[in-house]
């Protein structure tokens, strides 16, 4: 099993520009999320999904998008990139109850 | 507002001893807790986890201890390696959700010194 897969791994784009993160897992979780990590921060939750069809917001939600259509992918869209958004971006996903999210090797985002 | 934080931001270890990385939680009712490892251009990796009907919980070299009393988690870490060089997040996964909104503290710095 590949586990969580993100792409791309590093992208630069510019202020205004739109792009979406992609995050793929082969683990059959219904429980998926993403997550931004700052310099000096812990992880802070930006959207999260307990399965096909269902999304909802987490900590810092804003400026971006997401969708749940299958329960393999979980894709974050930036729909106008702004400096503040530069960041590491976490795909995790787990299974039902109490258990450990695994998460991705993050997508480096930096936006001029 | 309920926080889950670090005492430690950088912890220097002697290759072979034993590493202490400690957690505080402010959430009461918190029920589950996990700790990850990140290593440098990698995503958090689980390393241990513990539930709140337990105080102690031992894996492969690394215990974790929980003091409910005074909302303390503790990594231990047995004959740090080098490879133990990383940064250590302890996690609370909220008891109001089953399906977990995980929480982060800021992570703790380790560094194993020959």
């Known amino acids: 099993n590949a586990g969580v897969t993100q792409t791309p791994k590093f992208q630069v784009l510019k202020t205004g520009q739109s792009m979406t993160l992609q995050c793929a897992q082969d683990m059959n979780h219904e429980y998926m999320s993403w997550y931004r990590q700052d310099p000096g921060m812990g992880l802070r939750l930006i959207h999260y999904?307990?399965?096909?069809?269902?999304?909802d917001q987490g900590e810092v939600p804003n400026g971006y998008n997401v969708s749940r259509s299958t329960t393999e992918d979980f894709p974050l869209r930036l729909l106008s990139a702004a400096p503040s958004q530069t960041s590491v971006y976490f795909c995790?996903?787990?299974?039902?109850?109490?258990?450990?999210?695994?998460f991705g090797d993050g997508t480096r985002l930096s936006i001029l | 507002g309920e926080s889950v934080g670090l005492h430690l931001p950088t912890l220097s270890v002697q290759e072979g001893d034993n590493s202490i990385i400690n957690c505080a939680y402010s959430?009461?009712?918190?029920?589950?807790f996990i700790w990850y490892k990140q290593e440098s251009g990698k995503g958090p990796q689980f390393i241990i986890d513990i539930r709140s009907n337990m105080d102690k919980r031992q894996g492969q070299r690394v215990t974790v201890l929980l003091n409910k009393t005074v909302k303390h988690l503790s990594l231990q870490i047995a004959a740090t390696q080098p490879g133990d060089s990383a940064v250590y997040f302890c996690?609370?996964?909220?008891?109001?959700?089953?399906?977990?909104?995980?929480?982060f503290g800021a992570g703790t710095q380790v560094v194993v010194t020959p």
């Open positions: 995790a996903s787990k299974g039902d109850g109490n258990q450990p999210q695994h």
């Open positions: 996690a609370e996964n909220g008891a109001t959700d089953s399906w977990g909104k995980l929480q």
């Open positions: 959430n009461s009712a918190s029920d589950y």
């Open positions: 999904s307990v399965g096909a069809g269902i999304t």
